[in-house]
């Protein structure tokens, strides 16, 4: 294992790339993640503001005006157009509901009466309103068409619009948790492409030297396995590398990485890993210019991650700069990382969208696989 020994000590020399490109990435990685702890969002049921301009005093609408107020915050407001109109304008209330004189009478009777309302246009809180009212006026409706005595009427409203349904979330991980695993493993896309891309191919080129070439050649070690030895290198390192990444997203979210989301976004990256080991071989087949290696490295993560999406979201791209993104890894990889953040079962079919962009990641580095050989057989005839 003599190949692979050296292989392993010309990699101390990148170490300290490995550690720059590493430190910046966890150092971005741990202020998103903050951020997004500070910013998540929990649900509560607000209370939307409304003004009720009673013209009918009756049982019914007194019951009407304490089941809103159950459900929202009454403004006092005094009953005349220019004080109405200032409280919308000035956003003091959403909306605005006036009760006309006789509406229980005419109601009970089914008359075509309405409760005339005031809104702040294109409002939330203006619609949430609207239903309340409706579903009171809708349920005492059907109460009517049994014959209800009046006073029953509004009991019986009031205990059937007092029932709440419970929500639970089948999901137990925090959506929250899930966006920040994707947007950890869309920016590893850039870091895992500029590290080993430069790493291993620096260390091929370095056993592709004339001089080196030759003493492999009169060595007792046959030319299958030298490459054999290599390529254990490259792989060896490559995994060390990804798995430093992984062991960093354990440590950041460890709840929601002990899940099969956190699976699914583990074998993802092994998918786009696989796509880098065989890229990073097929550039040391092209060239041994070690400056070249590394321009080419940075257009490639760098025009990768742009393009797919690792520093902007792609729902944010354009429609050109998609469709040529469908021709880097990147963005199948990245589009299945937010794809993972929205599963809420794991049935074949939720999950076979998933596979195929594995598969497509595979694809690429099949792709380039065969251009290694392709590239091996012309070089051996010239």
Known sequence: MIVFKNYLKITKLYIKIIIVYTAIFIGISVISSLNNNQNQASYEKEKVNIAFINNDHSEFIDCFRDYVKENATIVDIDNNEESLKDALFFRKVDYIMIIPKSFTEDFIKEKDVVIKTMQVPDSYGAMYSK??????????RIY??????IHDLSLKVKEDLSFETK???NNPIDNDDLKSIASFYNFSNFALLAIIIVVISMVIVSFNK???KKRNLVSSLSYNRINLQLLLGNIIIALGIWFIYVFISFILYTEAMLSIHGLLFVINSLCLLIFILTFSFFLTKLTDNREL????SNVVSLGCSFLGGAFVPQEYLGSFVLNIAHLTPSYWFIKNN???TTLTSFSFEDLSPIFFNMIILLLFALVFYVLVFIVTSFQKKN
Do not use: F, P, Q, R
Request: aromatic share 4%.
């Open 167 to 169: 929500v639970h979330m």
């Open 210 to 212: 004339i001089e080196i």
């Open 131 to 140: 239903t309340l009212m409706n579903k009171y006026l809708n349920t005492a």
């Open 293 to 296: 290696i590394s321009g080419i």
């Open 338 to 340: 937010n794809m993972i």
């Open 144 to 149: 009517l068409k049994a014959d209800i005595d």
